[in-house]
């Protein structure tokens, strides 16, 4: 069933719910067992004032390679070989527990849970701790039913670290004309 307008809406899109360490907000999953989200302010003495609504969700990097994603079912897929955009807002914690280097988002798409799938698009290196908005843009391959958005190093990282984003309110996806 199409969504109104042809977009596609996150549940949840502003990562509502009882702040707390080490739990993913009602809608999401995480594609990654064992290593979840915190939901912000609140989780681990971080007190970070969300961009909208109540909460915010932060995700880490890991120098032992390991990271932490988020991951939802869309309310209908997304075609293959179309082109989508959304925006989200991101911020960097300077002192997140011992994570505090920056990070940044990789999106990924997959027609199964608990899959990543494929690569689609990445945020550039989040290293400013006020809350921007950024606009991505992705090429689908095939169809994708599951978004994952996984916490990444800087580009060009040889040696893994330890280090965070902070996730806020999602725009729906909506369809884009190809360049």
């Not at 988020?70 to 070989?81: S, T």
């Not at 701790?129 to 040889?158: C, H, M, N």
């Amino acid at each position: 069933m199409e969504q109104p307008s042809g977009k596609i809406f996150f549940r949840n899109p502003s990562f509502e719910d009882t702040p707390r360490a080490s739990a993913v907000p009602k809608g999401w999953h995480s594609s990654t067992p064992g290593s979840t989200p915190d939901i912000l302010p609140g989780a681990w003495g971080i007190e970070f004032a969300p961009q909208a609504g109540n909460t915010c969700i932060g995700l880490v990097v890991r120098h032992d390679g390991t990271t932490e994603d988020i991951a939802q079912a869309l309310a209908e897929p997304l075609d293959a070989d179309a082109c989508y955009t959304f925006s989200i807002n991101l911020a960097h914690v300077e002192q997140y527990v011992g994570f505090n280097q920056p990070a940044r988002i990789r999106v990924w798409g997959s027609a199964t849970r608990g899959t990543k799938g494929i690569l689609l698009t990445s945020s550039p290196l989040i290293n400013h701790s006020d809350w921007r908005q950024y606009q991505l843009q992705f090429l689908t391959k095939e169809s994708v039913r599951y978004l994952t958005l996984e916490a990444w190093y800087g580009p060009g990282v040889i040696f893994k670290y330890n280090g965070n984003i902070l996730l806020d309110n999602c725009s729906p996806i909506e369809k884009c004309a190809r360049a």
